[in-house]
């Protein structure tokens, strides 16, 4: 069973900075994708960047500039670094794995989310 255990969450002013980690418990495998999904207005999920196991990266546009998203694979952890953060960029934000060539084919994990909130 694969769980996905985030922190780093917080209240920040804008323009402040965050690091959020998850950490994916369970054996490591080797075709994965991690990234950080957010809720939005709608109480949908947007993705705000994911990266691949050999460190492809994909960003959303509101967020380019401004986060890092990074991984260190034997650990199963993914990172994401949020710099000059915005009131718009508040709300909960969720760690995900996909996992290809599972016996099920695509397996796919989420965290519980942390909140993160950006105010003066």
């Known amino acids: 069973q694969v769980q996905l255990v985030e922190s780093g969450g917080g209240l920040v002013r804008p323009g402040g900075s965050l690091r959020l980690s998850c950490v994916a418990t369970?054996?490591?495998?080797?075709?994965?994708?991690m990234g950080w999904y957010r809720q939005t207005p709608g109480g949908g999920r947007e993705k705000v960047a994911d990266?691949?196991?050999?460190?492809?990266?994909d960003y959303a546009d509101s967020v380019k500039g401004r986060f890092t998203v990074t991984r260190e694979n034997d650990a199963n952890t993914v990172y994401l670094q949020m710099n000059d953060l915005k009131p718009e960029d508040t709300t909960n934000y969720y760690c995900?794995?996909?996992?290809?060539?599972?016996?099920?084919?695509?397996?796919?994990?989420w965290g519980q989310g942390t909140q993160v909130t950006v105010s003066s």
């Open positions: 995900r794995e996909i996992r290809v060539g599972t016996p099920d084919g695509v397996s796919d994990y």
């Open positions: 990266i691949r196991r050999r460190g492809t990266t």
């Open positions: 369970g054996t490591i495998f080797s075709i994965s994708i």
